[in-house]
């Protein structure tokens, strides 16, 4: 198991695939090469790169990180190769960027494929050369930092639709990291999720983490996580807050926090509008002999049994459901027209 710690990076991780791209990024470390870092958001691309740069001969030089989508248009040159005063409107004294501030250690730039194709083409220059000017400078700089790069984005798709430089594309890519989601790294979950609740403990002034219930355990490995890790800290985080008994083991996760919980899909609605059930439904209450009341058989005797006879309802479907997903709970839920959360409600209500 890896665990890989520096400052706030924490590499946690067990899985073949996980321990596969460590492995490539320490190797790539030794090298003075660009590199390129790919993976969806919240996946551990920025982790990645501080391994990278952490066990490299550039250790004791600078790391910068820059967040190349959170910077507009008019900052982002700026920003990257510093501008001179009076160079705009604002600047009142020369700054340097980061490329200079980088020094010969490394540059982090983060979401690379948001920027400009005119930034892109100052980039290439830079990797090339080594050499760039500041916004309204004349004299020619020099820089010996390393530029690892990173986005979610299909870079080969963008560079042949022209949205990302081909050249800057064949200089950064030396070699590429390919960073895993979180859904191809099974034993990894509850290691990770475990992780973030001891961590977490110490903001809620708990005494210590009391564990996941099974039930629990079961609904974090089998979500799908689109969100990475970033996700999986947040649900767990937000777990633990909600959860009123710090003392046994959580016994709900909250996995959508804008799940509204009176909306007409949720479980207290009852029965919904023929309208509303789809194809699957319908298959599944007409193969199901559901005791019902006709209208021309209503009296008060049998009204007192709506709630029974709701709840058998309810119970037949989710167990229907079941079986045609082949007891995949996320499908289930899929087939009844719940979330993910919903179906839980109700297979915990019956089981």
Not at 10 to 20: E, M, N, T
Not at 32 to 56: C, M, N, Q, W, Y
Not at 75 to 94: D, I, M, P, R, Y
Not at 282 to 307: M, Q, Y
Request: proline fraction near 4%; charged fraction near 25%.
């Amino acid at each position: 198991m890896a665990n890989y710690d520096q400052g706030q990076q924490k590499a946690l991780g067990q899985s073949p695939l996980f321990l596969d791209a460590l492995d490539h990024a320490s190797r790539l470390a030794q090298l003075d090469r660009p590199v390129l870092i790919l993976g969806e958001r919240g996946s551990g691309k920025e982790l990645i790169a501080h391994r990278t740069h952490f066990l490299s001969p550039r250790w004791e030089e600078p790391f910068i990180k820059v967040n190349c989508a959170a910077l507009s248009e008019s900052l982002v040159e700026s920003t990257l190769f510093g501008h001179e005063a009076g160079s705009f409107t604002g600047a009142t004294k020369a700054q340097q960027g980061f490329f200079e501030r980088a020094g010969e250690g490394t540059l982090f730039l983060d979401e690379i494929a948001t920027l400009s194709l005119r930034v892109q083409e100052k980039i290439l220059r830079v990797l090339e050369y080594g050499e760039f000017e500041r916004i309204g400078g004349q004299k020619t700089l020099h820089t010996q930092a390393r530029v690892i790069g990173a986005t979610h984005g299909n870079l080969k798709r963008m560079a042949e639709a022209g949205e990302f430089r081909l050249d800057l594309l064949d200089r950064l890519a030396f070699d590429v990291i390919h960073v895993p989601p979180l859904r191809q790294r099974g034993d990894d979950i509850l290691l990770l999720a475990e992780h973030f609740a001891v961590s977490f403990v110490r903001n809620l002034n708990w005494d210590y983490f009391p564990g996941f219930s099974e039930t629990v355990e079961n609904e974090l490995l089998e979500y799908a996580w689109p969100g990475n890790i970033r996700e999986l800290k947040n649900s767990v985080e937000r777990s633990l807050f909600r959860c009123k008994n710090p003392i046994d083991p959580i016994q709900e996760v909250v996995l959508d926090p804008f799940e509204i919980p009176w909306s007409d899909t949720t479980i207290n609605s009852g029965v919904r509008h023929a309208s509303e059930i789809g194809p699957s439904e319908s298959a599944l209450i007409n193969n199901k002999n559901i005791e019902r009341v006709t209208p021309s058989a209503v009296d008060e005797l049998s009204l007192k049994g709506f709630k029974e006879r709701r709840e058998a309802w309810e119970k037949e479907q989710i167990l229907a459901a079941m079986d045609l997903a082949n007891h995949h709970q996320g499908r289930a839920a899929s087939i009844l027209g719940l979330s993910y959360d919903q179906f839980r409600v109700l297979w915990r209500k019956f089981n």
